[in-house]
């Protein structure tokens, strides 16, 4: 389901925390958290591409101030491509359990699958209990990511709102998009008709795997009206890169910007400068974007 450009913004470091809880499905336990509570964040009026930061500032020259609906229930499956107890899955869970209104289930592969696209088990794969790095309960899947959001929903019954697959160890722009099992994950289930955002960030650079765990709540919470399982009819899903900006900068923003399609699987490398000191505008795709330091947004077909 192709959701509309990006332009409003919420910091999850401003977002109120509750309690949390925990239920059970096919004999796996499936540890859940919810929160609520009402959110005023700005939207850049401007047109053109818009540019907004994970802090609730924006590039733009007009903002106006808007009331976001965070109290819309969400059940949001996160699972990933590096391991169950991969530090960029536990931000991001970490973030969400920070959000109003959403119950968080944790899927994810028992062992890192970095890789491994939407590969899948035949016959299926087994799961069992496991933790994320923070302690938070969860189900590891002894399988690939497509295997985990299977299971999720074959096994355990689940029913999610929207899957967030990562944060990644790694960016996973132009090429790399076919082959990562973040973005695996999360195509797996938009081809099921769930809503899906995949996240990646610099290889283990926890500062950008949480500045993309705050962009991931940004999305959510902009376009909570139209997830939903089932709802996402074409099929598409929404990859998030976020730049490893040197210290004394920062990520500029998020664009929206197409995948890469100039650069080869084995250039990509060559290729990023991640420079958030970068004062260039308008990047033509992805890559570009992360080399001028802002994060991208990526609409992502099911079938690459």
Known sequence: MRVPRLVLVLSAASLIAACSSSGSSSGTTVATTTTSAAVTTTSPSSAGTSTTSPSGASTSAADTTTTLDTTTKLTVLVTNDDGIAAPGLDAVVTALQATPNITVVVVAPATNQSGTGDRSTPGGAKGHEATTKSGVKGTAVDGFPADAVAYAIDTLKLHPDL?????????????????SGTVGAARTAARRGVPAIAVSAGINDGI???????????????HRASYGFDKNTDHTSVSINVPTCAAGTSVRGIVDAPLSTTVKLNEIGKFLTDDCSATATNPVDDITALNIGFAARTIVPADL
């Open 208 to 222: 950008s795997a949480a500045a993309g765990a705050r962009f991931v709540v940004d999305e959510i919470n902009a």
């Open 163 to 179: 899957v967030v697959s990562g944060a990644n160890s790694g960016v996973n722009v132009g090429p790399l998009a076919a082959v």
